[in-house]
C-alpha cells in the first residue's frame, strides 16, 4: 500500500489550521487526531512527531485563535478615535461567534478557559481605551460595566 503524500512546506502551520479548523467545527471531543490528518492529507504520526499529545495540538491551535483576537483588539484599541462604544461592539461579535462555534461542542471546562483569556486580553485593551479618554472614563466604565453585567444575566446558555 503506498504511504501518503507528506506535506512538504509549512507542516505544522497546516496541520495546527486544519486542527483548529476542525476543533472549532465539531469540538475537541469529536476531533480526532487521525481526523486531522486526513484532513492534512499527512499519517498520524506526522502530527506526533509535531505534537506530543492531542491536548498539546489543541492548546497551540488555540494559540492562533488567541492571536487572532488579540490582533483585532489591538487594532481597535489603537485607533486615535478608540471608543469603549467600539470595542464593546467588536466583543459582542466575537461573542455571537464565540457561541457559534464553542457552545455546544466543546466542555464547558475549554469554554471557561478560552473565555477567560479572551477576557484578559479585552482587559487589556479596554485599558489602553480607557487611558486614551480619561475625561470620560466614568461614563465609559459605567457603560462597560452595565452592559456586561446585563449580558451575564440574561446569557442564553445556564
Not at 105 to 120: L, P, T
Amino acid at each position: 500500500m503506498p504511504k501518503k503524500e507528506i506535506v512538504e512546506t509549512g507542516k505544522k502551520d497546516i496541520i495546527l489550521s486544519a486542527a483548529l479548523e476542525s476543533f472549532l467545527e465539531k469540538g475537541y471531543e469529536s476531533t480526532s487526531v487521525r481526523t486531522i490528518a486526513q484532513k492534512v492529507g499527512c499519517e498520524v504520526g506526522l502530527i506526533y512527531y509535531y505534537f506530543k499529545t492531542k491536548e498539546e495540538l489543541f492548546e497551540q491551535a488555540l494559540e492562533i485563535y488567541y492571536a487572532k483576537a488579540e490582533k483585532e483588539m489591538k487594532a481597535i484599541s489603537d485607533q486615535s478615535d478608540a471608543t469603549v462604544e467600539k470595542f464593546i461592539a467588536y466583543l459582542e461579535k466575537k461573542a455571537n461567534a464565540y457561541k457559534k462555534f464553542f457552545t455546544n461542542n466543546v466542555h464547558f471546562s475549554v469554554r471557561a478557559a478560552v473565555c477567560e483569556k479572551i477576557a484578559s486580553l479585552a482587559e487589556t485593551h479596554l485599558t489602553i481605551i480607557l487611558e486614551k479618554t480619561k475625561k470620560d472614563s466614568a461614563n465609559n466604565i459605567a457603560l462597560f460595566l452595565a452592559r456586561g453585567l446585563c449580558r451575564a444575566i440574561i446569557r442564553e446558555d445556564s
